[in-house]
């Protein structure tokens, strides 16, 4: 249904651009929302993106993180591009709708930052 990439292990200050590709629904046409659960907490939305293109994010991300949209519809995908990380940033992210359908739920990609 939905499937996240792009997660790694990266040092403080570095780099990552998740993806998250859709199977059954269509991404360009639902408010989107990217997640994040850090071990011992509960999952989060980090990240707004809505049918009509306005973004919204949490305070801990704003600046930092940026939801995008592929613009060829064809992919169907969404990004989360992610800079100057730190080490709370560390969780699983996962993508869904905003709000999230629990049929939806993916595996989702793990990010892990060093200090």
């Known amino acids: 249904q939905l499937v996240e990439s792009g997660g790694g292990v990266v040092q403080a200050g570095e780099s990552l651009t998740l993806s998250c590709a859709a199977f059954k629904i269509l991404l360009w046409r639902v408010d989107v929302g990217w997640y994040r659960q850090a071990p011992g907490k509960q999952r989060e939305l980090v990240a707004q993106l809505t049918s009509e293109n306005v973004v919204d994010y949490a305070e801990s991300v704003k600046g930092r993180f940026t939801i995008l949209r592929e613009r060829d519809n064809a992919k169907n995908t969404i990004y989360l591009q992610m800079n100057s990380l730190k080490p709370e940033d560390t969780a699983t992210y996962f993508c869904?709708?905003?709000?999230?359908?629990?049929?939806?739920w993916g595996q989702g990609t793990q990010v892990t930052v060093t200090s």
């Open positions: 869904n709708e905003d709000p999230p359908d629990d049929e939806y």
